[in-house]
């Protein structure tokens, strides 16, 4: 399969009421992130506190990234190929189980950094399978009008999230046994289970059936379609270049806040807390907007992004305040990039291959992340964690804007606004219900 430009899916058949499935599965899911984000956040800090170390969170970046990079092509296959919803389910189950032995040793006492390398591990792989197949699950969930302000509302939702998930792990760290903390994970992971026992979730119907074609081949027509398509192709690299440069920032937050800003828990959850308020604002934002051309806020948002990462770490250390100021709108423009290129990409790719063109996004930016880490772990420690951050937010955002210089990302564009250019009919035959 080869295209010059992408053809949009058709408009999916759905069964009524499809509000009522939509929004039990999307709040399911939302309660899991914010129990995976309060506990990622307790994680973290535990090992800035007890190493204090760019190298440790490194490794902790990089484990809770490459089992995702590396797995997220098969993930997506099976998210074409198997049940959406079963994949689903059964990645929030592992991740659950995973915690549980994490609990336990702390529990005795005898948990070590190497053990929370290994939880992360498990659940980046578990999302691998996870995240194409919720992705994916939303064009067939919702009418196709309602996917811009579907992908704007699970950013919304992203940044309330964060809201609640930073302040209230700073808390539980202060009044609560660690695997008390923990466990909220576990009982958030329930909460997610539940709807997708309740409801089910349209599948695609493939042209051939499962076991016709080998999931090699799957894999292989995902990547054949992406990589002939110009404006995917492009699309994807500049993500992976800007994701390589900008991951840094995000891990090593913690150690910003208390080597250079001399704060704690508290501090770092302030910063995390304006980021999800700056993405609620920038979800609502979007959802109200729904912007039709979205290549220009895709990466006008990640530039001020990124900008707004270097110019707090630039900040003096007594200037706290502002560069929390920086990073409310750094998860501001954040979603007003991110919430565009989600709805772009299920606009553009047929429904059938949604959950290999997202997952191998989801692997290319995630292998860039680890390689971003590595990269930046000795010039950390050259130059310092604040100039460090300084370097790769400007060099995020230059990124970003010289990819507005590229023409085959404009002809992308074009091709999802209708101007008569396409690659040939979507592999789609009709829809039935898991």
């Known amino acids: 399969m080869t295209a010059d430009h992408p053809i949009a899916p058709p408009e999916p058949r759905l069964s009524s009421p499809w509000r009522l499935r939509f929004w039990a599965i999307f709040l399911g899911q939302s309660l899991s992130l914010l129990g995976s984000s309060l506990t990622q956040f307790v994680l973290l800090w535990w090992i800035t506190d007890t190493t204090g170390s760019v190298a440790a969170l490194a490794s902790a970046g990089t484990a809770a990234l490459l089992p995702q990079a590396l797995l997220s092509p098969l993930g997506g296959a099976c998210a074409d190929r198997y049940s959406r919803r079963w994949l689903m389910l059964g990645a929030d189950a592992v991740c659950a189980l995973s915690m549980l032995v994490i609990i336990a040793l702390f529990a005795s006492g005898a948990v070590a950094v190497w053990h929370l390398y290994v939880l992360l591990a498990v659940r980046s792989a578990m999302q691998a399978f996870q995240l194409p197949a919720a992705a994916a699950s939303v064009a067939t969930l919702v009418p196709r009008s309602f996917l811009p302000r579907a992908a704007a509302l699970n950013q919304t939702l992203s940044g309330l999230t964060m809201v609640a998930a930073a302040p209230l792990g ?31 979730v349209p599948a695609v119907v493939r042209q051939a059936p499962v076991g016709s074609t080998s999931i090699t081949r799957d894999l292989r027509d995902g990547v054949v379609y992406v990589w002939g398509t110009p404006g995917l192709r492009s699309l994807y690299a500049v993500l992976a270049v800007v994701v390589l440069v900008i991951m840094p920032a995000f891990t090593l937050l913690p150690l910003l806040v208390k080597v250079h800003f001399q704060g704690g828990a508290a501090q770092v959850a302030l910063l995390e807390g304006l980021s999800g308020a700056g993405m609620v604002a920038g979800g609502l934002l979007m959802t109200a907007l729904a912007p039709r051309r979205q290549l220009p806020w895709v990466f006008g948002g990640f530039a001020l992004a990124c900008g707004c990462v270097g110019a707090a770490a630039a900040l003096p250390a007594d200037l ?60 950390g420690h050259a130059v310092g964690v604040r100039w460090l951050l300084v370097l790769v937010g400007a060099a995020g955002a230059a990124c970003c804007l010289m990819a507005f210089a590229l023409p085959s990302l404009r002809t992308l564009h074009h091709g999802q606004s209708g101007d008569g250019l396409s690659s040939g009919r979507a592999p789609l035959a009709g829809r039935s219900a898991d």
């Open 170 to 200: 700073a808390l539980v760290i202060g009044v609560l046994p660690l695997e008390w903390a923990l466990s909220i994970d576990v009982a958030t992971a329930v909460l997610a289970i539940v709807p997708l026992l309740l409801f089910g």
């Open 320 to 379: 706290y305040a502002v560069a929390a100021v920086c990073w409310a709108l750094n998860g501001l423009a954040f979603v007003a990039g991110n919430a565009p290129l989600v709805a772009l990409l299920q606009l553009v790719v047929p429904h059938a291959l949604q959950g290999r063109a997202l997952s191998l996004l989801g692997a290319i930016t995630n292998l860039a992340a680890p390689i971003g880490l590595a990269l930046a772990t000795p010039l």
